[in-house]
């Protein structure tokens, strides 16, 4: 079975949004941050990516492809909670009801990942965002977060939602918590793990 389900193709014009890096951490003394989004009309876009974005659904049946990207996304930095996943991991977390996600391609490379948790009340999760080390720096982070975020205000199929949020941890990208504010997130938690 091939690791890819369906394609949502997204235009040049359409691509605007925010950075890396997201998901808690499990290092100590670790600070993670919870923001929010409570109506679509708060999401600042960012500038237009150079190069469209493709985002491709991830078939729960078969994980490699979002492990090894989850990998190279968080390798790097000294965040990223699955690491040790198994295949099998990935497969449970992508078949747990509301759980969803999608490879980033650009110009038909793997650039990065998304994964949405849609919850019973009506809440969407941004629960892992990331971009692989090839694409940081190259202006594609605003439009990649933009564009996870209207996909969590506007899933097909799915319950009216009530808010969108996310978590990020002092060992994401440096750049991560700028990007979420810019892009209109407002910051509700904070601990120290």
Same mark, same amino acid.
């Given at each position: 079975?091939?690791?890819?389900?369906?394609?949502?193709?997204?235009?040049? #014009?359409?691509? *605007?949004?925010? %950075?890396?890096? $997201? *998901?808690? #951490?499990?290092? $100590?003394?670790?600070? %993670?941050?919870?923001?929010?989004?409570t109506s679509p009309a708060d999401l600042r876009p960012g500038r237009a990516a150079s190069e469209p974005i493709e985002f491709v659904v991830v078939n729960p049946a078969a994980p490699r492809l979002i492990r090894s990207t989850y990998v190279r996304v968080w390798e790097p930095l000294a965040s990223g909670g699955r690491m040790d996943w198994s295949e099998r991991d990935w497969r449970r977390e992508l078949s747990r009801p509301g759980v969803e996600a999608w490879i980033a391609r650009i110009g038909g490379e793997v650039a990065g990942l998304v994964e949405l948790e849609a919850e019973p009340d009506g809440d969407v999760g941004i629960v892992v965002f990331g971009l692989v080390p090839e694409f940081i720096g190259r202006g594609f982070g605003?439009?990649?977060? $933009?564009? #996870?975020?209207?996909?969590?205000?506007?899933?097909?199929?799915?319950?009216?939602?009530?808010?969108?949020?996310?978590?990020?941890?002092?060992?994401?990208?440096?750049?991560?918590?700028? *990007?979420?504010?810019?892009?209109?997130?407002?910051?509700? #938690?904070?601990?120290?793990?």
């Open positions: 079975m091939n690791d890819i389900g369906h394609t949502l193709k997204v235009s040049k #014009a359409t691509c *605007n949004g925010v %950075i890396t890096g $997201t *998901n808690a #951490a499990s290092e $100590t003394n670790d600070v %993670i941050t919870t923001l929010e989004m605003a439009a990649l977060l $933009t564009l #996870a975020t209207k996909l969590a205000w506007e899933r097909p199929g799915q319950r009216p939602v009530r808010r969108v949020w996310l978590q990020t941890s002092s060992g994401d990208h440096p750049h991560a918590m700028k *990007n979420y504010l810019a892009r209109g997130f407002k910051v509700v #938690a904070g601990q120290q793990t």
